[in-house]
């Protein structure tokens, strides 16, 4: 387990520290993962290679669940506002290649829907209720932009990483 910590680790916490912007609370949530790792191991079991997506998309659950604890707490008029400084850290933590370039290049309603529910933690249903759209459409906009993300990452410095 410590050979996968230390090999792992760094991978995962990347994708964590952006989005929650404190160290602390980065390395519980990373914790967390590794717990999951521990406890229920067949869950990740496959190739070797693709272990680190399977932490990072574990990782994503445990900072959207985080959020939506922290979102569960504030005050409902700041519930739905997409944090500019989270793509910022994000990009910092790609080597400034830029996800927010990808973004950029998304449609509107796509990248809009990519914030929400990536860096907002908000579902299928709260985003087809905060924007007044569709929830099929949401669900379409956000698997269109999660593609062009994943390729992006895919052939970004990411990808060595992992």
Same mark, same amino acid.
């Given at each position: &387990?410590?050979t !996968?910590?230390?090999?792992?680790? %760094? #991978? ?14 980065? *390395?519980?949530? !990373?914790? &967390? ?6 406890e229920? =191991?067949? /869950? ?5 290679? $693709?272990? $680190? ?5 574990? $990782?994503? %659950? ?9 979102? $569960?707490?504030? =005050? ?14 994000? +990009? @910092?933590?790609? +080597? ?6 990808v ?5 509107? *309603? *796509?990248? /809009? ?8 933690? &908000?579902? %299928?249903? *709260?985003? @087809? ?5 569709? !929830? +099929?459409? #949401?669900?379409? %906009?956000?698997?269109?932009? @999660? ?16």
């Amino acid at each position: &387990m410590m050979t !996968l910590y230390d090999r792992y680790s %760094h #991978v995962v916490y990347s994708c964590i520290l952006p989005v929650v912007r404190e160290e602390e609370v980065a *390395e519980e949530l !990373l914790h &967390m993962v590794f717990l999951q790792l521990w406890e229920q =191991p067949a /869950k990740f079991q496959g190739a070797e290679g $693709a272990l $680190a997506g399977r932490l990072a998309v574990s $990782a994503r %659950h445990c900072v959207v669940d985080h959020l939506r604890q922290q979102r $569960a707490q504030m =005050p409902s008029g700041k519930r739905h506002t997409v944090d500019d400084t989270k793509v910022q850290a994000i +990009n @910092s933590a790609t +080597n400034g290649k830029g996800i927010s370039r990808v973004l950029e290049q998304l449609p509107e *309603e *796509e990248r /809009k829907v990519f914030q929400l529910a990536y860096f907002e933690g &908000m579902t %299928h249903a *709260e985003i @087809s209720a905060h924007m007044g759209t569709p !929830l +099929n459409r #949401v669900k379409a %906009h956000l698997q269109q932009a @999660s593609a062009t993300v994943r390729r992006f990452v895919r052939q970004g410095p990411l990808a060595s990483a992992m």
